[in-house]
């Protein structure tokens, strides 16, 4: 069977930081009004599966065309079922990368488990290069923790990776309106530390969010934001970066919140989207969650990922373009370069 399948996993729901633009809210705001709306992220973990049923399925994928399972969440490394479960997960022949907020890195054996499980990336997610500010967007619950923890984490991990190539690390960070330079200071950044890969995504709110105006990028933030795209692309630092055509995509999402047309995407046929609570959508874009039929909504609990996946299109020709999707690119067409040995001096 082919294998060509990534599956974007949010794993669990709960989370230790509280990012103040984060796809599933806040706490907060979710005690005062429980989302009811199908799809709709929650930190709160009221219908998470056992750990039971997230293995169960697990199992299920040895055989499958999932060829590539990234784990998020919520903070997939506070759930303390992860590490076994990444253990099937590499059983069953698929690639692991684990997006993390970092901090669990420094539990002690988090990170030499990691290379003994042979995981192929972690992503590392940090917004600035300046503490404060990184802080203010990303602030722990408990006030103990934040970006000098996120740092020792990930200089954990690469010191217990040692001489071994795997896993890749990389940071993740979100773009905003304010801050186009952060693009390429995160870059520098990731060389001083060492890491390997780097992915800058626009951050992606709705127009209703409160910190929309603030955060979100507009159309006359275009120029600034392609200067530095293009200075990234001509000097990554020896990173391996996305291509670019992807930062050209980051480009062109910002300049609209329209709803476009997304010719041959690959959302439904090899990109799928699997929530806490097992609901499993053919993309993980919100319009097209909102956009399912009846008919075709599915979950992963109970259910088997070799028939799951059996039945798909050969592409997806989609009119619900938001700027989600932009973060969607570098997951499915990007990551054989950015995990690639090869990539980085
Ligand atoms: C939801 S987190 C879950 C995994 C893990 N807890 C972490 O911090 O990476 C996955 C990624 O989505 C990013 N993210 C969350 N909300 C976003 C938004 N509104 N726009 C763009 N990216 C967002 C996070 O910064 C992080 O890089």
């Keep these: 069977m082919r294998r060509d399948v990534t599956l974007l996993w949010a794993l669990r729901s709960r989370c230790a930081l509280a990012c103040t633009y984060c796809y599933f809210g806040t706490i907060e705001e979710h005690k005062v009004s429980p989302p009811g709306q199908l799809g709709v992220l929650s ?9 039971r049923a997230l293995m169960e399925f697990a199992r299920t994928l040895d055989g499958s065309p999932v060829e590539r399972v990234i784990l998020a969440g919520g903070e997939p490394l506070d759930w303390p079922g992860a590490l ?4 099937v997960l590499k059983d069953a022949g698929c690639e ?3 997006a993390t907020n970092g901090i669990p890195l420094n539990r002690p054996g988090v990170a030499e488990r990691l290379v003994e499980l042979k995981v192929d990336g972690v992503s590392v997610s940090l917004d600035s290069a300046d503490p404060d500010t990184n802080d203010l967007r990303r602030p722990s619950r408990s006030g103990k923790t934040g970006h000098g923890d996120v740092v020792a984490g990930i200089r954990s991990l690469l010191q217990a990776r040692g001489t071994e190539l795997s896993p890749r690390v990389g940071l993740y960070t979100v773009v905003m309106r304010p801050a186009p330079h952060e693009i390429t200071d995160m870059a520098r950044l990731g060389a001083e530390l060492g890491v390997d890969y780097y992915v800058p995504q626009p951050i ?6 409160k910190l929309f105006d603030e ?6 933030d275009v120029p600034a934001v392609v200067q530095e795209l293009a200075r990234l692309d001509a000097e990554p630092h020896g990173l391996a970066v996305p291509d670019a055509s992807s930062l050209l995509r980051f480009a062109a999402a910002i300049s609209t ?3 476009g047309h997304v010719k041959d995407c ?11 609570d097992g609901s499993l959508w053919d993309c993980p874009s919100d319009r097209r969650i909102a956009a399912t039929p009846p008919d075709r909504r599915r979950t992963i609990a109970g259910d088997d990922a070799r028939s799951l996946f059996a039945d798909r299109p050969a592409c997806t020709d989609c009119s619900l373009f938001s700027r989600d999707c ?4 570098p997951l499915v067409l990007d990551m054989p370069r950015l995990l690639s040995s090869e990539a980085t001096p």
């Design 326 to 329: 932009v973060n969607m690119w």
């Design 204 to 209: 992606s709110l709705a127009p209703d969010h």
């Design 96 to 98: 692991v990368v684990i």
């Design 257 to 259: 919140q329209d709803s």
């Design 43 to 51: 930190h709160i973990s009221r219908n998470d599966l056992s750990a």
């Design 266 to 276: 690959f959302g439904g046929a090899r990109l799928f989207f699997a929530q806490p």
């Design 84 to 87: 076994g479960l990444i253990q």
């Design 215 to 220: 955060l979100a990028h507009t159309s006359d």
